[in-house]
């Protein structure tokens, strides 16, 4: 079974534009979740979907959004970049709802210049 | 945010000597535990969880001990082997569904 697939998988964009991330998760896990990595605050929970709805939210400001798919497929958005969200983007997806084990991909590495 | 540190502790093992990972996990409430391996350039990999009605579980070479008296989790690797240098990070879940906290992460590294 494949696992957890993340496009692109480099990214490199400057200060004020916006980009969109995508994952495919593992088949017939319905539950995406996102999450960012960085030096200085390590990994973080942005937020997560099932069933194409956001479950939960992380403390992240509102130009990080996300959306998933009919197909369980997800894509998160950062509109006016940052310098700061220079990050790894990392999915991880789950068979269930609730308190499952989550398989990560391969994770989006993003530059913001 | 939730995930603080970021000055990581290293454990400096030799190869085939068993390593012990500590982790203080945040809230009494958390009642699902996991540990991953984060290799260079990858994203983490499942090593092994469990739940807070158990206080022990084995896997294939490991085994993770949970004290939640002391909201302490530790993961033990026996005979550690050079594949095993990573960063190992322990994630608790504090709310329904599956938003995982994360520690900061401690690297491993194995001498040969």
């Known amino acids: 079974k494949a696992g957890v697939t993340q496009t692109p998988r480099y990214l490199i964009k400057t200060r004020g534009q916006q980009v969109t991330l995508s994952c495919s998760p593992i088949?017939?896990?319905?539950?995406v979740s996102w999450y960012q990595q960085t030096p200085g605050q390590g990994l973080q929970f942005l937020f997560e979907?099932?069933?194409?709805?956001?479950?939960n939210k992380g403390n992240f400001p509102g130009r990080f959004s996300g959306r998933q798919f009919s197909n369980s497929r997800s894509e998160m958005n950062v509109s006016t970049l940052e310098l700061g969200d220079s990050a790894l983007y990392l999915c991880?997806?789950?068979?269930?709802?609730?308190?499952?084990?989550?398989?990560f991909g391969p994770g989006t590495r993003l530059l913001v210049l | 945010g939730e995930s603080v540190g970021l000055h990581l502790p290293t454990l400096s093992v030799q190869e085939g000597d068993n390593s012990i990972i500590n982790c203080a996990y945040s809230?009494?409430?958390?009642?699902?535990f996991i540990w991953y391996k984060q290799e260079s350039g990858k994203g983490p990999q499942f090593i092994i969880d469990?739940?807070?009605?158990?206080d022990k579980r084995q896997g294939q070479r490991v085994t993770v001990l949970l004290n939640k008296t002391v909201k302490h989790l530790s993961l033990q690797i026996a005979a550690t082997q050079p594949g095993d240098s990573a960063v190992y990070f322990c994630?608790?879940?504090?709310?329904?569904?599956?938003?995982?906290?994360f520690g900061a992460g401690t690297i491993l590294r194995v001498k040969s």
């Open positions: 991880a997806s789950s068979s269930l709802a609730g308190k499952e084990t989550q398989y």
């Open positions: 088949s017939g896990h319905r539950s």
């Open positions: 979907y099932f069933s194409e709805t956001q479950r």
């Open positions: 809230n009494s409430a958390s009642d699902y």
């Open positions: 469990i739940r807070s009605n158990m």
């Open positions: 994630a608790e879940t504090l709310e329904y569904g599956n938003k995982l906290v």
